[in-house]
């Protein structure tokens, strides 16, 4: 049985995705004014915060293996700072074709000096908003590994949502390990989202 701390920090998180949902969707046009408060009670008591993803490639091995596995995916509206943290395993939309969607790691942020292991390239910073993201498949060269080793640094808000659980089959299947803050948060939404028995069907579909 979920405990009511659990149910009141899931409800929080909610109020905050519905709000976030609605800033941006305000912003893009795509809700009027006077539509913003009806839109955030609908999302609030009938939305989901979380997406199921099929993973396509072995890059993020052995973290999330197999190709086909099914991922519950935490959505992020507004991906900013405050809700992303290095070490998250996150879905993204891949810079050289928008309509596909990578699983990577975050490995740094705005600020960061980013260093080359060949002496010829030059280090230099991320700016405000970049991110590098990489793959962890140590079998795969980094030509390979379509990351940010390839397509350089990505803007956060290529990023649509951060990779909660992985299901490779209907008896393996575990968390994803991510950063120490965001396990912490995105807890009372695995707890109230996760339906394993879902993501089993989605994988034989």
Known sequence: MVSWRTQLRYLASKAQYASSLALKNRIGGHVKENEVATFIFKHFCHGRMTFLHRNKGEEMAPAIAGKGAILLVRRLPIPDLRRLYI??????????????????????????????????????????????????????????????????????????????????????????QNSFVSMHYDSPVLEMELNVDEMAKSHKA
């Open 87 to 176: 070490g998250d395993v996150v879905v993204l939309k891949n810079p050289e074709k928008p309509d596909d969607y990578l699983v990577r790691r975050l490995a740094a942020t705005e600020g960061y000096e980013m260093a080359s292991t060949d002496e010829k390239d030059e280090s230099f910073v991320l700016e405000k908003d970049q991110c590098w993201v990489v793959a962890e498949n140590e079998k795969l060269k980094a030509k390979e590994a379509i990351d940010s080793r390839t397509f350089g640094p990505i803007h956060i808000t290529n990023i649509v949502g951060r990779v909660l659980y992985c299901l490779r089959s209907a008896g393996d299947h575990n968390r994803v």
